[in-house]
């Protein structure tokens, strides 16, 4: 299996925000969006699930163009998980039936059931099933988003800055389940992501916007001082630490710089 999208732009009445963006990616790989504030990050993403319509471009997987599909036959294809989740009224159960909704026809069926409790159980979420998601803690009303998503049964997974509003524990955590989904179901995933070191803990690939198009595209070994600067404008260093890519920003003071500077360049 293999996502291959082909020259998507889109533009906003005020401004162009997309411009010719290309990319691969393969089945069991994670793919980072990454780039400045209004970069086109999440603008990309509701393309790539016809929230949004392109001007130009395909999405193309195997073989088939999402592009052109019913709304319901993407939703089949992709996941999506976006910044904002909207089911806090809903129980846990209710609002990962939701992810069923292209399935289902007059009511949901035994089947519909079937998955949401095996994916209930796939993300430790049995025990809160009939709890309303407004109670929940960030990190586990996240799971439930992303167990809606998995709902569906699709082969790529969009998420929409998952971790944003996470504290570092269940940022870990819910990066941590995305990865095993994606590796254990056969998946692939798109995450647009501001943390570029989690970027680098997690994902295979890197998708750098910049001024709506692609500035680079590479795997872990080619993000580089040159392309964080290029892209962000931030001097920066990386060092490893446990086997782990750690990046430190070199902006700031002199004597800030001095020290860090000292430790080399990785």
């Not at 409790?117 to 109670?135: D, Q, S, T, W, Y």
């Amino acid at each position: 299996m293999i996502l291959s999208v082909n020259g998507i732009q889109f533009s906003y009445p005020s401004r162009p925000v997309l411009q010719g963006v290309s990319f691969q990616i393969e089945r069991r790989q994670i793919l980072a969006v990454l780039g400045v504030n209004g970069a086109g990050k999440s603008t990309l993403l509701k393309c790539l699930n016809r929230i949004l319509r392109p001007e130009e471009g395909s999405v193309v997987l195997n073989g088939q163009d999402l592009l052109q599909m019913k709304r319901r036959d993407v939703a089949k294809r992709l996941g999506y998980v976006p910044q904002k989740n909207g089911i806090d009224s809903l129980t846990v159960f209710d609002s990962v039936l939701l992810g069923r909704k292209p399935y289902i026809g007059w009511a949901a069926a035994e089947n519909d059931f079937q998955v949401v409790e095996k994916i209930l159980r796939l993300m430790n979420l049995e025990e809160l099933a009939l709890r309303p998601v407004g109670e929940l803690s960030g990190g586990e009303a996240q799971k439930v988003v992303i167990a809606r998503a998995l709902a569906q049964e699709p082969e790529i997974l969009l998420l929409d800055e998952p971790i944003s509003n996470l504290d570092l524990k269940n940022q870990l955590e819910v990066m941590d389940l995305i990865v095993r989904t994606v590796k254990d179901r056969g998946l692939s995933a798109i995450l647009s992501i501001h943390d570029l070191n989690l970027a680098l803990r997690f994902a295979d690939l890197f998708l750098f916007l910049k001024n709506g198009r692609v500035h680079t595209l590479a795997d872990r070994t080619a993000v580089t001082p040159a392309v964080i600067y290029e892209v962000y404008g931030v001097r920066v260093i990386f060092q490893e630490v446990q086997g782990f890519p750690v990046m430190i920003a070199l902006n700031g003071t002199t004597d800030v710089v001095g020290r860090l500077a000292s430790c080399g360049s990785g």
